[in-house]
T-cell receptor, first 115, second 112 residues
Framework: GENVEQHPSTLSVQEGDSAVIKCTYS??????FPWYKQELGKGPQLIID?????GEKKDQRIAVTLNKTAKHFSLHITETQPEDSAVYFC??????????????FGKGTHLIIQP | DTEVTQTPKHLVMGMTNKKSLKCEQH?????MYWYKQKAKKPPELMFV???????INESVPSRFSPECPNSSLLNLHLHALQPEDSALYLC???????????FGPGTRLLVL
C-alpha cells in the first residue's frame, strides 16, 4: 500500500518568516495530494491540494509543489502568522480506482510560530 | 457549505456497552469515510462508502460496524470495545472519486 513520509515532525519559525514542510510518497499510482491543518480539538481542515497533472499551485500565502519523478511534494507558507500554529498533515490518495479512495496521511508536522 | 457534522462530540462507554456514532452531510456528496485518530498520530482510514455501498474496509475488527442508511448519513456502531479503541473518530465526505475530502469535528471516544 501507499506510504507517506513527512518532515520535519516539529518546525518553529519566527512570525513573518517562511515555513516549508516536505513529504514523500511510495505509490507511483497516487495522483491526488491534499494538505490539512488540524488545530487542537478540531477535525482536519483542507488548506490546499494538488493533482498530478500540475507541478505547482498557490493560494495567497500558501503554495504546494509536486515532483512526480522524485515522488515528493512540499507545502510552503510565507509571511507566517500566529494563527498558522497547528499540526499540518500531508496525504496521498491510495489510488485504488474503481470508486472513492481513502487518504494515507503523513505523521504530521507541529508548526510553531514564535512571536 | 462544506460542513460535516458529527454527534456526539464526546462519548464514554464501558466495554460491554453498545453505542453509535453519527455523521451527516448535506453537500450531495456520494462518498463518506470513517477515520480513527489516536493522540499525536495521523488519521487512519477505517471504512469507505461509495454511493451508499461499502467500498473499502481496512481490516477493521468486527466490533466496529458501519452503516450508511442514505446518501447523507453515516453511522458507526460500536460493541464490546477495548480501552485501546479510545480515540478521535473522524467522518469525512467527498463528491466523488479523488475529490476533496471534508472532515467533521470528530467524536472523542473513551472506553473504560
Amino acid at each position: 500500500g501507499e506510504n507517506v513520509e513527512q518532515h520535519p515532525s516539529t518546525l518553529s519559525v519566527q512570525e513573518g518568516d517562511s515555513a516549508v514542510i516536505k513529504c514523500t510518497y511510495s505509490d507511483s499510482a497516487s495522483n491526488y495530494f491534499p494538505w490539512y491543518k488540524q488545530e487542537l480539538g478540531k477535525g482536519p481542515q483542507l488548506i490546499i491540494d494538488i493533482r498530478s497533472n500540475v507541478g505547482e499551485k498557490k493560494d495567497q500565502r500558501i503554495a504546494v509543489t509536486l515532483n512526480k519523478t522524485a515522488k515528493h511534494f512540499s507545502l510552503h507558507i510565507t509571511e507566517t502568522q500566529p494563527e498558522d500554529s497547528a499540526v499540518y498533515f500531508c496525504a496521498a490518495s491510495t489510488g485504488r480506482g474503481g470508486g472513492a479512495d481513502g487518504l494515507t496521511f503523513g505523521k504530521g508536522t507541529h508548526l510553531i510560530i514564535q512571536p | 457549505d462544506t460542513e460535516v457534522t458529527q454527534t456526539p462530540k464526546h462519548l464514554v462507554m464501558g466495554m460491554t456497552n453498545k453505542k453509535s456514532l453519527k455523521c451527516e452531510q448535506h453537500m450531495g456528496h456520494r462518498a463518506m469515510y470513517w477515520y480513527k485518530q489516536k493522540a499525536k498520530k495521523p488519521p487512519e482510514l477505517m471504512f469507505v462508502y461509495s454511493y451508499e455501498k461499502l467500498s473499502i474496509n481496512e481490516s477493521v475488527p468486527s466490533r466496529f460496524s458501519p452503516e450508511c442508511p442514505n446518501s447523507s448519513l453515516l453511522n458507526l456502531h460500536l460493541h464490546a470495545l477495548q480501552p485501546e479503541d479510545s480515540a478521535l473518530y473522524l467522518c469525512a465526505s467527498s463528491q466523488d472519486l479523488l475529490r476533496t475530502q471534508y472532515f467533521g469535528p470528530g467524536t472523542r471516544l473513551l472506553v473504560l
